[in-house]
């Protein structure tokens, strides 16, 4: 069992190494080289990409050259500029290589590391300005970014437990059960009005208030790791990039409510973050940081891991405590509530990996410092994953009361290509579509409500003018149905019959009366389901209604899709004077549908088109146009 001072000696021994990570140290005037530290990012977009080669190939780089005791070559967390992985950053320099390749590692090693020389042409090109190399923390991407949840990712190594204990990990453990009690703990979470990360926005301290005030002899924590909304992985980097976080965040609410046991419900399909977590707690288990009387306190927390088989609905709390009992992961009616009657009809507490990888460090900072953070009613941070038609992809954290316009544009850079922004979907398949109206309206839980959306776990995808908001209600539509247990009528039944109409008007068949029905059956699917899938499930389509209801009219009345996303609406046609005759689009048809001689215009016969856009995107003359 590790006692302070051992925490304080790893910290004092680890953080001299993570300092000099960052500060670097020069050689000695002998012409040897400088200590530098090789940062790779090791989340799951840049590992997709091969950067665990890359830093493979630096660690033979650097010990063929013989230079192994001066290079730390770090396996780390996500950095967040996903768009522009893999990503590799040299510490002292704090340069910034982009979409590096394991062809590029030798140049680094020979012009970087051995000469010192900045490979200039590798470099992210927002992080030079007149010759010089900006700080991180000056690049766009990361300027208006206040990382909390994500403080340690992209810093530390994390299979490496004694650099999170350097920076202060499980401090706020050791605080707590050594210099609180169960209701000061509380009460602190209370006052700094955490809120729930997974999509619901309640209060987190309210929720652990009611669990400790059941009278039970076993509670339990879980950690709900479920993440399942498309384009989102915010849990996934916090799990990936620092999971003992979570793990000391899921110690100290169980301290909290009196539970001496925790579950991790994560989704198998994050083998990286599945990895990373077991590893973690055997090695908090070894430290004596997770099993019996942690700091010598009387008090005793474990944690296990159960794995979910990718159901969106088991995200939904009832549910994922039927996963982990072994049933089928189907929601129950609420109340009650599990936070009094919950797993195994025992008290339990339910938080998100973001929720939890808060806590540690409001115990240790304070509730005042946490509120002083975002806005009055929505406090301290939110992780997004920036996604769609958007310069920066990535995840980003930024305070609570941003402007989407700040997100989009100066964070994430803006739309590519020149082109107009549309909207911007938050909150995943629960969430809705905001116009360009909005992007001066702040980020918060209950402004999002009021304009039709949510906060939800933290997907923002943005769209352009190229993008048909009847086509985005249909995906997402496609999706909740997909997902739907089955268990209740209004979502079962409700979700399939708003797809089967979407589907109609995207095919030109429909009719206003189906506009009406539309918004009749997604108020009543929104009243009468079960869960929060279903209860959520009509956002999309009712936005949609709300804020481009000319688009539907388009569909409806002049059976043309104003995006030409929707095939069945679109018509191609070949401009004869620009056609040159190439024959390519011809050749390319994959129903022959194209005809005509070689230099001479070609037509298109409309009956036997598919509508494939094949010609559309071969032609190199622009003589092909869709409407």
């Not at 650099?163 to 050791?174: C, P, Q, R």
Request: aromatic letters at 6%.
């Amino acid at each position: 069992m590790k006692t302070l001072l051992d925490l304080e000696s790893i910290r004092t021994a680890q953080l001299s190494r993570l300092v000099r990570r960052k500060l670097g140290k020069s050689g000695a005037g002998d012409g040897s080289v400088a200590e530098r530290s090789v940062m790779i990012c090791g989340g799951t977009g840049c590992t997709s990409s091969d950067s665990m080669l890359i830093a493979d190939a630096f660690e033979q780089a650097v010990t063929s050259q013989g230079i192994q005791d001066k290079i730390d070559i770090v396996r780390t967390g996500c950095f967040g500029l996903c768009e522009l992985g893999p990503v590799v950053i040299i510490y002292p320099e704090e340069v910034f290589y982009s979409r590096v390749k394991v062809k590029d590692v030798a140049e680094i090693v020979d012009e970087h590391l051995l000469q010192g020389k900045i490979v200039e042409h590798l470099v992210y090109q927002q992080s030079l300005e007149d010759g010089r190399i900006k700080p991180l923390h000056e690049v766009d991407f990361f300027r208006k970014q206040q990382r909390i949840a994500l403080r340690n990712c992209g810093t530390i190594d994390p299979e490496d437990i004694d650099e999170y204990i350097a920076m202060n990990g499980y401090k706020a453990l050791h605080k707590v059960l050594t210099t609180m009690d169960p209701a000061e703990v509380v009460a602190e979470v209370k006052e700094a009005g955490l809120r729930g990360r997974g999509g619901g926005g309640f209060p987190t301290g309210v929720k652990w208030e009611t669990a400790a005030k059941q009278r039970t002899g076993q509670k339990y924590m879980i950690c709900n790791a479920d993440e399942g909304d498309p384009g989102a992985f915010m849990d996934r980097s916090i799990l990936e990039g620092d999971p003992h976080s979570v793990l000391e965040g899921m110690a100290i609410a169980g301290y909290a409510i009196g539970a001496n046991h925790g579950f991790i419900y994560l989704r198998a399909e994050y083998p990286i973050a599945v990895k990373r977590v077991q590893a973690a707690i055997k090695q908090a288990r070894d430290y004596g940081l997770l099993g019996e009387d942690l700091f010598g306190s009387g008090f005793s927390f474990d944690i296990s891991v159960r794995l979910g088989a990718g159901a969106f609905v088991c995200g939904e709390e009832t549910a994922l405590m039927n996963s982990v009992e072994g049933k089928r992961g189907m929601p129950n009616p609420k109340p009650p509530f599990p936070a009094v009657s919950g797993l195994w009809g025992q008290p339990t507490v339910i938080n998100n990996v973001e929720t939890l990888a808060n806590v540690p460090i409001i115990l240790l900072e304070g509730a005042s410092w946490y509120g002083s953070i975002g806005t009055e009613k929505s406090k301290g941070t939110k992780v997004f994953a920036l996604g769609g038609k958007v310069v920066n992809t990535g995840l980003v954290e930024v305070p609570m009361g941003i402007t989407l316009r700040e997100v989009i544009y100066e964070i994430g850079g803006g739309i590519p290509g020149g082109k107009a922004f549309k909207a911007v979907q938050t909150g995943g398949p629960s969430g809705g579509c905001l116009t360009s109206e909005h992007l001066d309206r702040p980020i918060d839980y209950d402004t999002l409500l009021s304009l039709g959306s949510m906060m939800g776990s933290g997907g923002m995808l943005v769209m352009d003018e190229e993008t048909c908001m009847v086509d985005v209600a249909r995906y997402y539509l496609d999706f909740t149905r997909d997902e739907s247990c089955g268990k209740c009528a209004p979502c079962r039944i409700g979700t399939k019959r708003l797809l089967e109409i979407l589907e109609k008007i995207t095919e030109g068949k429909g009719t206003m009366e189906d506009l009406d029905v539309l918004e009749e059956l997604s108020e009543q699917i929104k009243a009468a389901s079960l869960c929060g899938l279903g209860q959520t499930a009509p956002n999309p389509v009712l936005s949609t209604l709300k804020y481009f209801r000319d688009e539907y009219i388009a569909h409806v009345v002049d059976k043309k899709c104003p995006s030409g996303v929707c095939r069945s609406l679109i018509t191609y046609t070949i401009d004869a004077e620009k056609c040159k005759g190439c024959s390519l689009c011809a050749r390319k048809c994959p129903t022959g549908a194209i005809t005509g001689k070689v230099k001479e215009p070609h037509t298109i016969d409309p009956l036997v088109c598919i509508k494939c856009g094949i010609c559309f995107d071969s032609c190199k003359f622009a003589a092909i146009y869709k409407s």
